[in-house]
C-alpha cells in the first residue's frame, strides 16, 4: 500500500517562503504523476501545481504560477514544493497527490498546514 507524508509546513509572515517535501514509499515512485493541492478552511480542494514522472512536464495554477516551483527527485522518491512571495491567501492545508492512469491507482498524503500571516 502506497504512503505520502508531506513536511515542511508552518507559519510564516507575507513574502517569506517555505519548502515542502512529499516523502513516498510503497509503489513505484518514478512511475506516478505527483501533485500538490491546496484547502482552506470552508473552501473546495484545489490543485496548486503537478509534475509528470519524469520530471519533464509541469503545471500551475494561474494563482502560484511565478511563485511556486514543483520538482521531484526520483531517486529519493520525494517531491517538493518551493513557495515563494507567500500571502495570507495561500494559507491552507497542503496535500501530496500520487496519480497514476495505468490501473488507476491514487494516493493521498495526509496534509501540512501552512499559515501565512503576521
Known amino acids: 500500500q502506497g504512503q505520502l507524508v508531506e513536511s515542511g509546513g508552518g507559519l510564516v509572515q507575507p513574502g517569506g517562503s517555505l519548502r515542502l517535501s512529499c516523502a513516498a514509499s510503497g509503489f513505484t515512485f518514478s512511475t506516478f504523476r505527483m501533485s500538490w493541492y491546496r484547502q482552506a478552511p470552508g473552501k473546495e480542494r484545489e490543485l496548486v501545481a503537478s509534475?509528470?514522472?519524469?520530471?519533464?512536464?509541469?503545471n500551475y495554477a494561474d494563482y502560484v504560477k511565478g511563485r511556486f516551483t514543483i520538482s521531484r527527485d526520483n531517486a529519493k522518491n520525494t517531491v517538493y514544493l518551493q513557495m515563494n512571495s507567500l500571502a495570507p491567501e495561500d494559507t491552507a492545508v497542503y496535500l501530496c497527490?500520487?496519480?497514476?492512469?495505468?490501473?488507476?491507482?491514487?494516493?493521498w498524503g495526509q496534509g501540512t498546514q501552512v499559515t501565512v500571516s503576521s
Open positions: 509534475i509528470s514522472s519524469t520530471g519533464g512536464i509541469t
Open positions: 497527490n500520487a496519480r497514476r492512469m495505468i490501473g488507476r491507482i491514487e494516493y
